[in-house]
């Protein structure tokens, strides 16, 4: 070869090499403080897979190389054009590309690595943590499998396409339809508005690499019994042959309380000496060291942990249908929890500022988060456990766009979205996969199947058979909307105020609420796009209407767990690019309301004895019709049927009187109406608030004017300020 020739081509290579070194951030949106100290080396270091660790494992996150080709380019075509930062998606800042990827488009990765010498004779484990959406996997140029889905792990033994020895080569080419097509796809939307966010492509999850004995630990599934203080290991071992020994050391505080040892592989159950139970209180973790042997021989060792709890459903004193925990009902307080973030957008920028986010919410007093549309990383489930932070696991859900009218359900519609078998098996198969990875984790104690009509279909089929599958937890068939009388929860949704199905109408299930508030004040400097509509459910101008806004919500809900409300989430813990409705922005530089502040408020929630109210002035919550004087515009007062039709910019006012036999200290409104309401008790204003129409009655505790209330006779008068047509109606309970 000629010398010029060789210069220039160790000119090129050295040209390449300086461009893919120049990785940043990209983008001039707001960022957190952990971005700030990501590098190519140090991202996302941890083990990921906290149920079952090994020691010989090796992180593939960092600097890979990358191209996006239409979908027709082959392989052999593909011209690396940069490098990306795994495990950030093409789309966030912290890839290092920022950049739209289209459904027309396919990704390309390919990185190189180096086996250990120690890991020769070993099985070797490709694993990736989060790819979305669909991909194939290459080892060497050798085809090593295929995935589908966005949200769950997938690994492929890659054994026989390892080289002898020198550099390996793994590839990847992905395409994402995001909302064109009818997949999992949860928040994202190449047309970002309202609660729609910018897509997640690629991987975005960790990926890495194991080594293995033929003959390992598969998974480890604990399984307590905490009236014998009991837990029962159930172990899958790949390649059992019936000659295996296992010995497990169950460890408390780093000492060695219990060792076992067993012939064969069927399940072991253990009796804990001194057994605390796990609970937010007291999240008691017990570790585990399990040694799986062949003929004297160790051929996997394996850390791994357990809590003892039981997540149950009882009726209290007043017949209400609880959430319980270790057998006693417990008050779930929590945050709608989206986990996005201005610079990872899925992916946190670490596991130190996902961390932080779960603290802030235990320290502000919330016991639970619920998950929405969304699969964490495996470390965060590991920190709720620690934590004692409860959760709710949506299950990701999805519909295409441009069939939004079939797919998405809508509220109250009598039919669900009648989906191809295909999708269904899919969508099925991803949920199940969740399911089976997700349950060794204690903090989960209810799985959320649909949410609010997205693509809802076979509801009571499919419900069941979750309920049938995993019987240790709560199921939440259908959160919001178009309920269909089957799971454990009749769950609605009330912006922004508080609402619930009384638990004379909710079909012997557990009433919650979850989702409520969604307050939003945007604070200037901690905008993802100042130029698009940042909005609430409703907007607030500034911390002191902020804070006196969500208190009174927080004191409405006090009257409605004592009626049977078993859990409230609010919406929610961050802003996320146009919705300023986060107790913090974005970027976690802002906490809107006093930490202090909000755990005393939330603290009172947790100690709410039941109640049976009576009720004072009856209203049509379970279909029933109540006659009441009304005037709309001035007009004479006549007697009609509530509910009544009013018409837009009309004021309507009714005046009742009430008899009360006994003194009560508690009262809660419940309101059906659209415009600005006040409320008199007595002749004494009580209420002036913004009234939403909603698909509940909305309800306020109306406690702190208990005192106004007589023995004998008592009036009540109602006047909205009418802003939309509504169907008007009131009614007052009393304990």
């Known amino acids: 070869m000629k010398k010029k020739h060789v210069l220039t081509i160790m000119l090129g290579a050295l040209l390449q090499t300086s461009v893919f070194a120049a990785w940043s951030p990209k983008g001039d949106k707001i960022k957190t403080v952990w971005a700030e100290k990501v590098t190519p080396e140090n991202v996302w270091r941890s083990y990921p897979r906290p149920q079952l660790q090994r020691s010989q494992w090796m992180n593939l996150n960092g600097l890979w190389k990358f191209a996006v080709t239409d979908q027709a380019t082959t392989k052999k075509q593909v011209e690396y054009e940069g490098e990306i930062l795994v495990p950030f998606a093409i789309e966030s800042s912290l890839s290092g590309v920022q950049r739209t990827f289209l459904p027309t488009d396919k990704l390309w990765y390919q990185h190189n690595f180096t086996i250990d010498e120690d890991w020769k004779g070993k099985n070797i484990i490709l694993h990736f ?13 050798k085809l090593a499998g295929t995935h589908k889905g966005g949200n769950n792990p997938f690994e492929f033994d890659i054994t026989k396409f390892i080289n002898k020895s020198g550099d390996q080569i793994v590839e990847l080419s992905v395409v994402d339809p995001t909302d064109q097509e009818s997949i999992s796809r949860g928040k994202q939307q190449l047309n970002q508005k309202g609660i729609w966010y910018t897509p997640v492509s690629g991987i975005w999850q960790t990926v890495w690499l194991e080594a293995v004995n033929p003959q390992h630990i598969r998974q480890i599934l604990p399984e307590a019994d905490i009236h014998k203080k009991t837990v029962k290991l159930h172990l899958d071992i790949a390649g059992a042959k019936g000659q295996e020994n296992i010995k497990v050391e169950v460890m408390d505080d780093g000492k060695v309380i219990k060792t076992i040892t067993q012939k064969g592989i069927s399940d072991m159950e253990i009796e804990i000496p001194n057994a605390v139970l796990w609970s937010p209180a007291s999240p008691k973790i017990y570790h585990l060291n399990v040694e799986l042997s062949v003929n004297g021989k160790t051929t996997d060792n394996v850390k791994s942990y357990f809590t003892l709890r039981e997540t149950s459903i009882k009726k209290d004193a007043c017949g209400y249908n609880r959430i319980c925990l ?8 929590g945050t709608l929890d989206q986990g996005w973030w201005p610079d990872g957008l899925l992916t946190p920028p670490s596991e130190e500022a996902m961390l932080w986010d779960m603290v802030q919410l235990k320290e502000m007093g919330f016991n639970t ?13 590991y920190y709720a456990d620690s934590l004692g932070l409860m959760l709710w696991q949506d299950m990701v859900s999805g519909f295409s766009t441009e069939r939004k009218q079939a797919e998405h359900v809508a509220a109250g519609a009598p039919n669900d979205w009648n989906a191809p078998a295909e999708h269904s098996a899919q969508w099925q198969k991803e949920m199940f996969e969740m399911i089976d990875r997700l349950r060794f984790y204690s903090c989960i104690t209810t799985w959320v199947v649909f949410n609010e009509g997205w693509g809802q279909h076979n509801t009571a089929e499919i419900v069941n058979k979750v309920m049938n599958y995993d019987k240790s937890r709560i199921i939440d068939g259908v959160t919001g909307w178009a309920d269909r009388g089957v799971g454990h929860m009749y769950d609605v949704h009330n912006y922004p105020v508080s609402s619930m199905i009384l638990p004379e109408y909710n079909g012997n299930r557990i009433s919650v609420l979850g989702e409520f508030g969604g307050y939003g004040w945007a604070i200037k400097e901690h905008l993802w796009n100042p130029e698009m509509r940042n909005w609430g459910y409703k907007n607030i101008d500034g911390a002191v209407a902020l804070m006196d806004n969500y208190g009174r919500v927080i004191h409405d809900l006090k009257t409605l767990i004592a009626q049977g409300l078993s859990a409230a989430i609010y919406t929610q813990t961050t802003d996320v690019e146009g919705e300023v409705n986060g107790l913090l922005t974005y970027d976690r530089k802002i906490t809107k309301m006093p930490t202090s502040l909000l755990h005393i408020l939330h603290n009172d929630l947790y100690n709410v004895a039941p109640a049976k109210a009576i009720t004072l002035v009856p209203d049509g919550q379970g279909g029933a019709k109540n006659q009441r004087k009304v005037s709309v515009n001035g007009s004479e007062m006549k007697q009609v049927m509530l509910p009544y039709s009013v018409q837009p910019k009309a004021t309507v006012v009714s005046e009742t009187e009430f008899v009360l036999n006994q003194p009560l200290k508690n009262l809660s409104l419940w309101l059906r109406a659209a415009g600005t309401g006040k409320v008199w008790l007595n002749g004494v204003e009580v209420f002036l608030q913004d009234i939403r129409m909603t698909k509940q009655y909305n309800q306020y505790n109306l406690s702190d004017y208990s005192s106004l209330l007589k023995k004998g006779k008592n009036t009540i008068k109602i006047e909205v300020q009418g802003t939309n047509k509504m169907d008007f109606d009131y009614g007052l309970r009393a304990f």
């Not at 943590?129 to 140029?141: K, L, R, S, T």
């Not at 270790?326 to 307080?333: K, L, T």
């Not at 988060?369 to 489930?381: A, D, T």
Request: charged share 25%.
């Open 369 to 381: 988060i619920r998950k929405h549309i969304k699969v964490e990383p495996e470390q965060y489930y």
């Open 326 to 333: 270790n057998g006693e009902p417990i008050f779930q307080f």
């Open 129 to 141: 943590q989060a790819v979305d959406y669909e991909c194939q996997v290459w080892v060497n140029n």
